[in-house]
């Protein structure tokens, strides 16, 4: 159960993901009128469906905040071509989606830089209407991916045996660990004072499935 529980998390982590949603069931007012075959004034002003709401900007005749945009998931088109009324989101929906400048605050970066990550096609995001949307596990996932952590007393020699006896070859673990062959080499010969998070945890699944 040990060994199944270290060695799954990302199979946990992507399953949760799918489950909850997907940068593909993000709808807009003007696509959800669109996929459900209907008027989009008739589906904007119906209150019995309450968006996502997304951002948050001033309105300039009352100075209060509102949402930038709203946005609806496909299981809430789903329910709501169903009858099945009223149709609120839910709190993982709520929580789930974010926008530029909450995806900026959340990785601690400027806007600039996630527009940038965007543009290179490093970070998942889609165009909703007039605004740019990601996914919180998204943002979570690459925040983690950037975090570092000090390599162990005896982990690096522990790998080198464990890759011996096993047979792999630096090419073979590229995919599982996520990391070059090279950096792979340097981390066994106790050339790297500190590995990146998710590729320490990566090497512990190995080690731990290789145990059972």
Do not use: C
């Not at 090497?203 to 499935?209: F, M, R, S």
């Amino acid at each position: 159960a040990k060994n199944l529980q270290q060695g799954s998390w990302r199979m946990k982590l992507t399953m949760q993901y799918n489950l909850i949603m997907n940068l593909h069931d993000l709808f807009s007012n003007t696509e959800a009128a669109a996929h459900l075959g209907i008027d989009h004034d008739t589906f904007r002003f119906d209150a019995r469906i309450t968006g996502i709401p997304v951002g948050e900007r001033l309105n300039r005749f009352t100075g209060n905040p509102e949402p930038l945009s709203w946005v609806y998931t496909r299981r809430m088109l789903d329910d709501y071509a169903n009858g099945r009324f009223p149709v609120n989101p839910t709190e993982d929906e709520l929580r789930l989606v974010l926008s530029t400048e909450q995806a900026a605050d959340l990785l601690g970066v400027a806007t600039t830089a996630v527009s940038q990550r965007v543009y290179r096609g490093t970070l998942p995001s889609k165009k909703v209407g007039k605004v740019r949307l990601f996914l919180r596990w998204d943002i979570e996932q690459a925040l983690r991916e950037s975090q570092t952590t000090a390599v162990p007393d005896g982990l690096a020699q522990r790998f080198a045996a464990w890759r011996e006896g096993d047979g792999r070859s630096l090419t073979s673990l590229e995919e599982p660990l996520g990391d070059s062959r090279e950096t792979i080499r340097q981390f066994e010969a106790g050339e790297m004072k500190t590995i990146f998070v998710v590729v320490y945890e990566r090497i512990l699944a190995l080690l731990e499935g290789n145990q059972s």
